[in-house]
């Protein structure tokens, strides 16, 4: 049972997760909230673009920037909440990441707060997805992290949260007890679906940072596989680092993919949307809205690389796969 009323903390790391939690501040309006954000390195336009949004809605909030992820970096963080009066006397918490040290220490001193817990992108989303780092290290570690307040681990996390915020309701999950959250609200997907017979057919590709993976994905190969899908936009990944032709319509935005797609939806009532990507979990998240086309798309690496994903999104989300050459 959620209350009204009550001083609220709601913990978050990714862009995803802040738009996530922008939802759950509006559901939860009777309760006063402080939001911290910890980022791991540099802090993109995205970052401050969502984070001064739900700032807006927020008494206090905190951006933390870890540059390392060593003991002193989180001595830092714990000075840092303590210094704005943010690490103590919440009677709710609202967080996403469960394995992460930063959020376990505020869970830890606030014993008595009712824990509620959202979507981690897809990572807390089956066994395939998730693994627990629950405290495996030498007990003169555990007696560290004891030394300096933390007392909940992964698990104890998981087994004390009373609801979870998922995306995705009908995929087994590491929690049980789930609430369906949508990007969207009813209004807009019941607008969405009406029917848009004979209208214009626009297509997206969402791609992504795949320089690493295999020599083959190269500037080159992208635009091949662009053309071959017919492809109106290409909606850049912050960290790619792919220089396409200018032919091609690249789009950059302070909005992550999820955000805009819904932006345009509505800017763009009678265009027929469909959405391409090699495995990007952002097409997961707008799942919901039925009158978008979604597809994955792959070749045999990629096949061989992420071949439970592929099942996965084929089967429990009704996903097309296409493969391409």
């Given at each position: 049972m959620i209350l009204e009323n009550q001083r609220s903390i709601i913990m978050c790391m990714t862009p995803l997760q802040l738009l996530i939690a922008e939802k759950i501040i509006q559901l939860n309006s009777g309760n006063e909230f402080d939001l911290i954000l910890v980022v791991k390195g540099e802090v993109n336009e995205k970052y401050l673009h969502y984070y001064n949004r739900v700032k807006k809605l927020c008494h206090k909030a905190l951006l933390f920037v870890r540059k390392s992820s060593g003991f002193s970096t989180f001595v830092k963080f714990v000075s840092s909440v303590k210094s704005q009066n943010m690490d103590q006397g919440y009677q709710s918490i609202y967080l996403a990441n469960i394995n992460t040290r930063y959020f376990q220490y505020i869970a830890s001193i606030n014993i008595n707060a009712n824990l509620y817990t959202f979507d981690d992108g897809i990572a807390n989303i089956t066994s395939f997805?998730?693994?627990?780092?629950?405290?495996?290290?030498?007990?003169?570690?555990?007696?560290?992290?004891?030394?300096?307040?933390?007392?909940?681990?992964?698990?104890?996390?998981?087994?004390?949260?009373?609801?979870?915020?998922?995306?995705?309701?009908?995929?087994?999950?590491?929690?049980?007890?789930?609430?369906?959250?949508?990007?969207?609200?009813?209004?807009q997907i019941r607008c969405y679906t009406d029917s848009k017979i004979g209208c214009e057919k626009v297509k997206f590709f969402l791609g992504q940072p795949l320089e690493g993976i295999d020599s083959k994905y190269t500037n080159k190969y992208i635009e091949s596989c662009l053309v071959k899908l017919g492809i109106d936009y290409y909606y850049k990944h912050p960290k790619e680092n792919y220089r396409l032709d200018s032919s091609f319509n690249v789009l950059n935005s302070s909005l992550i993919f999820e955000d805009f797609i819904i932006n345009y939806m509505n800017e763009n009532p009678t265009k027929l949307v469909e959405i391409y990507s090699f495995n990007s979990s952002a097409l997961l998240n707008i799942v919901s809205i039925k009158c978008l086309s979604l597809f994955y798309v792959y070749d045999d690496v990629m096949y061989d690389l992420h071949k439970i994903f592929y099942d996965l999104v084929s089967k429990k989300f009704q996903i097309q796969c296409i493969k391409i050459d």
């Open positions: 997805f998730f693994k627990s780092s629950d405290f495996k290290a030498s007990q003169l570690k555990k007696m560290l992290w004891h030394a300096v307040g933390i007392n909940f681990f992964t698990n104890d996390l998981i087994d004390r949260s009373l609801l979870h915020y998922t995306l995705y309701p009908n995929i087994p999950n590491i929690i049980d007890k789930t609430v369906p959250i949508s990007l969207v609200d009813e209004v």
